[in-house]
């Protein structure tokens, strides 16, 4: 058993390239985790080149952008202005599975929490397990609306132990205490995890939970993350 004040647990938020909106599930996980007494820390994908999700090279629409800024999703269809992700956030990181080992020996989680909403980002949440394969001693989860509308298709991947179907709230905490107690994670409602023979368990589901009983703890985020990209336009006017 690990004291609660000593256990580490790891979010890693996969996401598309540069788009800024801090994750309301994040910041949700992160109080609740804290409230728990476990130490928390957050490996963000966002300030990464856009290796998953790239759509196509710069056209017209991207004109006042920097050369070196590429075309992502963030860029093509978020409902902004058109920006310049590299002024509004620094140099892009280009080594995302370099970092991530960086993290996972910095850090020495006992367990990582993979939140990953869009089909977009799977790719990258299978890159970033296939890195932890290489830590076996450190447990892992997957949820967000990907696993939850295909469940069969995550948990299928040889390197996903266990994720999490529909709402989270309570599960990243049975998860961890869990691991915490040293007792398989296999068991807890609302997921589908592997026993030690690979055998697929499928738990009961949850009831739904209640955020507004929960205020979101976002500071785990870079404060750029608060930037927006909003649209606008200023208007001088002479008094007649």
Not at 31 to 46: A, N, P, R, S
Not at 94 to 104: C, E, S, V, Y
Not at 134 to 139: A, F, S
Request: a negative charge.
């Amino acid at each position: 058993m690990i004291k609660k004040n000593n256990f580490k647990v790891l979010i890693a938020y996969p996401n598309l390239s540069m788009m800024l909106t801090p994750s309301y599930a994040v910041g949700l996980f992160t109080t609740i985790l804290k409230e728990q007494g476990y130490i928390v820390d957050l490996f963000d994908c966002t300030p990464y080149m856009p290796t998953y999700e790239f759509v196509g090279s710069k056209g017209e629409e991207a004109e006042s952008m920097d050369e070196s800024a590429s075309a992502t999703r963030a860029n093509k269809f978020m409902a902004s202005r058109k920006f310049d992700p590299i002024k509004l956030f620094g140099d892009l990181k280009t080594d995302l599975l370099g970092d991530f080992i960086l993290k996972l020996e910095d850090s020495n989680p006992n367990a990582v929490i993979f939140s990953t909403v869009v089909e977009d980002t799977w790719p990258q949440v299978q890159d970033l397990l296939k890195v932890l394969s290489n830590y076996p001693e450190i447990k892992s989860i997957v949820g967000g609306v990907f696993p939850t509308m295909a469940p069969e298709d995550v948990i299928s991947d040889e390197n996903v132990q266990c994720i999490s179907e529909g709402e989270g709230e309570h599960i990243v905490v049975d998860f961890c205490e869990a691991v915490r107690n040293s007792i398989p994670p296999i068991n807890i409602n609302g997921t589908r995890a592997k026993d030690k023979d690979g055998q697929i368990i499928c738990n009961p589901h949850r009831p739904l939970v209640n955020v507004n009983d929960i205020i979101p703890d976002f500071s785990l985020f870079d404060e750029r993350r608060f930037l927006r990209p909003l649209g606008a336009k200023i208007w001088n006017a002479i008094p007649i």
